[in-house]
């Protein structure tokens, strides 16, 4: 177990191992782990698209192993210990009174639990239980984090809304708060979070850029309902992965507006007796383990504390969307001389002189000289320095006067060949016919899927040291 960890961190770059403030921190080692098993679930996530409508289709098309890699980490994990005072657990199940939670606040300047990330909690609880886990403990802790996610959207939701309907929703919830199912009521919840998060400075001032854009937006039960599911459903997506690993459970396949209720079925959030001819409410999935309204209200307290010491932190820290896009390479122009002409004779940015040899590389933009000794840094030359630090060691290059492309991976290199050919479907290399050169997309599709499923290694075969030099 020892020895698969040390690979683990071995080919894994320093400066990406290296998260706490502190050199040599147990926290990074705490840290590179935890994020080695997100990394992996989320990197198969994007091998399916982005999404699990596929169900247990898996374009990536070889077996797993996340499950042993998981009882690695775990077993790792056994060595470091939450404090308890600062335990996320305990703020998520336990009622704290307020008295103490206000003689502390001085002491404790800690995160509040409504900006925790769901998804980093989930992975930290599962790899620090005792192992192997129970799948009841599993759905356990899915339920508690997904009642704090649901807060979150709710408490964002809010401060997406103008003043007009903060109080519209306010007033309408109040009135249904004394009914048997106000604790699954999204119109109740968002009431109560309005009015326990107007104590604070939270809504007062507009001044944020990011308010000004979405208050003009007017939201219908419809268009909550949808932001509610978008908000929750990558949580659901890495969860339901996790637990077909853990659990060696299928996933169902499903069309993309039904992925929210299939995947909350599938992990347990759905109760039994749920009627499915009714329109899908996401807030019949809360199972909430103590008071709903009083551990809102906790939850609600962090936040006006925070607010009143960083106004403007609180605000931007709540709006921020957690979705991302697909990882993918730089859209290309159609003709190839558009290309060469605006590169041919563009100046380096270090040393303002044009470069020998141009390059692009096609993750990011940047322009980079290759072979370029004006920009060499501590023995390495740019595209090296460039590919450590825009792909943790992989770089894809457009050499600009070659139109070829080149792939650094670590200490080596191998010329790729060209997404640009002429009319007959063949290369142009160093641009020596001077024909005009179209993009082939099935090409550069290859190229990109190859890149996001990491197959440079198995597929390129003519690999050859690089010496620092490119």
């Known amino acids: 177990m020892e020895s698969v960890m040390k690979d683990i961190k071995n080919t894994t770059q320093k400066k990406y191992r290296d998260y706490s403030k502190t050199p040599g921190s147990p926290d990074?080692?705490?840290?590179?782990?935890?994020?080695?098993?997100?990394?992996?679930?989320?990197?198969?996530l994007i091998h399916r698209g982005g999404n699990l409508c596929s169900g247990g289709a898996s374009t990536a098309g070889k077996r797993s192993c996340l499950n042993q890699l998981f009882h690695v980490l775990a077993l790792h994990m056994r060595l470091y210990s939450i404090d308890s005072e600062y335990n996320p657990w305990r703020k998520l199940t336990h009622l704290e009174e307020m008295s103490s939670q206000l003689g502390n606040e001085e002491q404790q300047p800690e995160v509040p639990i409504l900006y925790h990330d769901a998804t980093s909690l989930l992975l930290i609880q599962i790899l620090m239980m005792p192992q192997p886990l129970r799948k009841d403990h599993f759905t356990c802790i899915v339920k508690v984090l997904f009642t704090l996610l649901y807060t979150q959207a709710l408490a964002a939701l809010s401060v997406k809304c103008s003043e007009e309907d903060r109080s519209a929703w306010k007033h309408m919830g109040a009135l249904k708060k004394n009914s048997c199912e106000a604790e699954k009521s999204y119109e109740v919840l968002l009431s109560f979070v309005i009015s326990e998060l107007s104590k604070g400075k939270l809504y007062h001032e507009e001044g944020t850029q990011e308010c000004a854009m979405v208050s003009t937006i007017t939201w219908s039960p419809e268009s909550i309902e949808k932001y509610l599911q978008d908000f929750c459903?990558?949580?659901?997506?890495?969860?339901?992965l996790l637990q077909h690993h853990l659990f060696g459970e299928d996933l169902p396949g499903c069309q993309e507006e039904e992925e929210f209720s299939v995947l909350a079925s599938c992990l347990g959030l759905l109760p039994t007796f749920y009627q499915t001819e009714h329109p899908f409410i996401s807030a019949s999935c809360l199972d909430w383990p103590v008071p709903a309204f009083d551990i809102i209200t906790q939850w609600c307290f962090e936040i006006k504390s925070f607010t009143e010491r960083h106004a403007e932190q609180g605000k931007a820290l709540l709006i921020q969307e957690s979705r991302w896009k697909?990882?993918?390479?730089?859209?290309l122009p159609e003709n190839y001389n558009t290309i060469f002409q605006y590169y041919h004779r563009k100046t380096c940015s270090v040393c303002t002189k044009v470069p020998k040899d141009p390059a692009v590389c096609l993750v990011c933009g940047t322009f980079v000289c290759l072979k370029g000794l004006c920009c060499k840094q501590q023995s390495y030359c740019e595209c090296v320095l460039h590919s450590q630090n825009c792909g943790a060691g992989t770089g894809i290059f457009l050499l600009i006067n070659a139109s070829v492309i080149i792939i650094i991976r670590g200490h080596r290199f191998c010329l790729w060949g060209s997404v640009y050919l002429d009319a007959h479907g063949e290369e142009d290399r160093d641009l020596r016919r001077g024909k005009p050169l179209y993009i082939c997309k099935e090409r550069y599709k290859v190229l990109e899927q190859?890149?996001?499923s990491h197959t440079f290694d198995h597929i390129n075969k003519r690999w050859g040291p690089h010496y620092n030099g490119l």
Do not use: G, K
């Open 28 to 44: 990074n080692d705490f840290l590179f782990m935890y994020s080695v098993a997100r990394t992996n679930l989320e990197l198969e």
């Open 326 to 331: 697909l990882p993918h390479l730089l859209q």
């Open 450 to 452: 190859q890149w996001i």
């Open 233 to 240: 459903l990558p949580f659901l997506r890495i969860t339901s």
